[in-house]
């Protein structure tokens, strides 16, 4: 399972209780909901299971659909008001088209006092994850200064999931699906939409990075600890994450 999960997994053993649920929203194949659960910790799922069907398929398969996993539909989690302690999100909110109406559900999912956790790249985040191309989001989409970009990478063997696809064949596949799939907003523009629904907004990329220098085999570890150790040291690690990850959010709602 990948680091991003087992961190979220970490942050909800750590903040909450045995009488407390989660949810992990956009939870995919439900791996993080699968070994959740087997830790003990009383988390959920929903998804809108977009891309195709293989994705819900898995979660049946796993006994999780319909009981620990649920499908959105209309935009609406299908959970009774004021269930969760906690909300969780990997990756997930820059494919959203109105995260208005989704924050306004994730908070009414949410108890008074209740926390939305997420991870999630931003239009300022210079890497496009999803493929592998630096600034690829940032182009008007399918261009034909995108399309050329993206064909220019595939032809110096760089980027991902080329699968057999020619320079152009893969360049339409790649602007093709950031348009449809993706919806990149700025960080101001989440602030604003996410102060609107929440009482307490803030970016905990410190927390993030603590725990991924604490637990991972990243390169240079020992010196990015130190960094870490220092306030300037901090702030330029947050620069480089936004950059090159995105931004991690924990905001609560009203008491």
């Not at 959740?36 to 929903?46: A, H, K, P, Q, T």
């Amino acid at each position: 399972m990948q680091f991003n999960y087992d961190y979220l997994l970490d942050y909800c053993q750590d903040g909450l209780t045995p009488n407390m649920s989660a949810l992990d929203y956009g939870c995919g194949k439900g791996e993080m909901v699968a070994v959740g659960r087997e830790r003990g910790i009383d988390i959920y799922g929903v998804d809108i299971f977009y891309k195709d069907g293989r994705t819900r398929d898995n979660v049946e398969k796993r006994g999780l659909l319909g009981i620990y996993v649920k499908e959105i539909r209309d935009g609406i989690i299908d959970f009774p008001a004021g269930r969760f302690d906690m909300v969780v999100s990997n990756q997930v909110f820059e494919h959203i088209e109105d995260l208005d109406a989704v924050l306004a559900e994730i908070a009414r999912v949410l108890v008074p006092g209740g926390t939305l956790h997420a991870l999630f790249p931003v239009d300022e985040t210079w890497w496009e994850g999803h493929f592998g191309v630096p600034f690829l989001h940032n182009f008007r989409s399918n261009s034909s200064w995108q399309l050329a970009y993206a064909r220019l990478w595939h032809r110096l063997g760089l980027g991902y999931h080329h699968a057999g696809r020619d320079s152009e064949e893969w360049a339409v596949y790649v602007c093709d699906w950031i348009a449809k799939y993706t919806s990149y907003r700025s960080q101001a523009e989440i602030t604003r939409l996410l102060r609107k629904h929440f009482e307490e907004v803030e970016f905990t990329e410190d927390v993030y990075l603590a725990h991924r220098l604490s637990k991972a085999a990243v390169p240079g570890k020992k010196v990015l600890q130190a960094m870490h150790n220092t306030a300037f040291g901090r702030w330029m690690l947050r620069k480089v994450y936004h950059k090159r990850g995105g931004i991690v959010i924990t905001a609560r709602c009203g008491h």
